[in-house]
């Protein structure tokens, strides 16, 4: 089975401040880690995904990723946040058990202050 | 490439109605899966469709359900709709590349449904 723990559902950071939002994932096999974003009423855009070839995972919009096994854990950061980064982020967690089954977390909603 | 479409974007309906939403995939995707957003379940997974089939399913009641036609274009049907239903309804497709692993599932903007 798969699960998904995002840590904070709300951050807030200042504008050029560095971003976290973290990830605990749980799963059976090898998974498939995936960052979404969602802005207000819109659907998902993909902001990079893992798939086990490197642990550092580069994204758009200078996002990026690291994938540590060790502590089941992807955390999400930017080194300097601008205001259109206001939006939902979703950690999401596959693997081949589930098939093309995406399971997501709770969601972190990050608030960014000018 | 045209993204993943769904129509209608909005939707109002009443208890005991019937609903049918549709989602045109990305061309050359084969699969599509939804799932349905609320603010007290969050995502949550509903079905996949590939190849005119359903592949996966979850935790749903049987008032869901959903077909693929040979265009890949899919449709889900929610019967005798209830206050709960309300929420938004999102429509993913992904490519299927065998002996690739997971693949990248891409979303639409989604359909709005309120039931009053």
């Known amino acids: 089975a798969q699960s998904v723990t995002q840590l904070d559902s709300h951050v807030s950071v200042s504008e050029g401040t560095p971003v976290l939002l973290r990830c605990n994932y749980s799963s059976s096999y090898s998974p498939s880690l995936f960052w979404y974003v969602q802005h207000p009423n819109k659907g998902l855009q993909l902001l990079l995904k893992y798939t086990s070839a490197a642990t550092l995972v580069k994204g758009i919009n200078g996002f990026e990723a690291e994938f540590k096994k060790s502590e089941t854990s992807f955390h999400l950061t930017k080194p300097s946040a601008h205001m259109s980064d206001a939006a939902e982020y979703f950690c999401v967690v596959s693997d081949l058990d589930a098939g093309n089954m995406l399971t997501f977390g709770g969601g972190t909603r990050l608030m960014v202050k000018p | 490439k045209a993204g993943v479409t769904q129509t209608p974007r909005y939707l109002i309906k009443t208890r005991g109605q019937q609903v049918t939403l549709s989602c045109s995939p990305i061309s050359g995707h084969r699969s599509v899966s939804w799932y349905q957003q609320t603010p007290g379940q969050g995502l949550q997974f509903l079905f996949e469709?590939?190849?005119?089939?359903?592949?996966n399913k979850g935790n749903f009641p049987g008032r869901f359900s959903g077909r693929q036609f040979s265009n890949s274009r899919s449709e889900m049907n929610v019967s005798t709709l209830e206050l709960g239903d309300s929420a938004l309804y999102l429509c993913?497709?992904?490519?299927?590349?065998?002996?690739?692993?997971?693949?990248?599932?891409?979303f639409g903007p989604g359909t709005r449904l309120t039931v009053l």
């Open positions: 469709y590939f190849s005119e089939t359903q592949r």
């Open positions: 993913a497709s992904s490519l299927v590349t065998p002996g690739r692993g997971i693949d990248t599932q891409y």
